[in-house]
């Protein structure tokens, strides 16, 4: 800001009452700042006195270009694909854009990352396809940042995140038991994320009783899932509260877990 891009000097007869066109080029550098530049012109006799001048304005615009990414309803262990779409609400069109994208698993891992050129007249709209390939889904938080930067600015990045979760409520049949009888175990679970959450381990354990069973599910995005665990309780188990463990785990081992007594 304030600095100094041009200067030049020129020497020309001015007439009495006379008028001098003069067009002098300007060449602004590519990377240019854009903005409002003050343009400045002064006139000085030969005694360096000065005689005249003026000052006019001219405007560098800068791009205006709206990202929006569009989800598919359900991401998938596999082949997924980020469609992002573009829109150019400015003054200017852009011809030399690039648009970047990331991708990063709950762990802070980088799992994708890439770039696409784009050009985008005034008014334009287009959508960029990037398909992405996750091996193994994890449950927590996934971090999409997309970033676009053109011949008028370089972007900043913005980030959306991807939710892998899921809940687990826990009923028993009865509030309290008797050794030899059965536990009725209810468990509830809800994807309650973004991700399809297929071949995962429901695994029961109630370490008292010598227990534990485990059951492989498959819960579709924002399905609901009920499941029966039969728990027999041997003449060996001592008064008091009991453990009851409950974790759903994906083929890479992420999990959650619940727990509650009986």
Do not use: C, W
Request: hydrophobic share 35%; charged share 15%.
């Amino acid at each position: 800001k304030n600095s100094l891009i041009y200067d030049t000097k020129i020497n020309r007869l001015l007439p009495p009452n006379g008028t001098v066109l003069e067009i002098l080029p300007l060449k602004l550098p590519y990377a240019s700042q854009s903005g409002f530049y003050t343009v400045s012109v002064n006139a000085y006799d030969l005694s360096n006195k000065k005689i005249g001048g003026s000052t006019t304005s001219f405007e560098l615009p800068k791009s205006q270009i709206t990202v929006s990414p569009n989800l598919q309803s359900a991401f998938v262990s596999g082949t997924n694909n980020i469609v992002l779409a573009m829109n150019n609400i400015g003054r200017i069109g852009v011809s030399s854009g690039i648009l970047g994208l990331g991708l990063k698993d709950p762990e802070g891992i980088s799992i994708y990352t890439g770039s696409k050129p784009f050009s985008l007249g005034i008014g334009q709209t287009i959508n960029l396809d990037f398909p992405l390939f996750i091996s193994s889904l994890k449950f927590g938080e996934y971090m999409l940042t997309y970033t676009q930067s053109d011949e008028t600015k370089t972007g900043q990045p913005s980030t959306k995140t991807i939710s892998n979760s899921a809940t687990i409520a826990l009923s028993l049949d009865k509030a309290s038991y008797k050794v030899r009888e059965a536990v009725n175990l209810t468990v509830d679970l809800t994807n309650t994320g973004r991700f399809n959450l297929e071949n995962a381990s429901v695994i029961v354990s109630v370490p008292d009783a010598n227990y534990t069973d485990t059951k492989t599910v498959t819960i579709g995005q924002g399905e609901a899932l009920f499941l029966q665990f039969v728990v027999p309780l041997p003449e060996t188990m001592t008064v008091g509260q009991h453990d009851v463990n409950v974790a759903l785990t994906l083929p890479s081992g992420s999990s959650i877990v619940q727990r509650t007594k009986l």
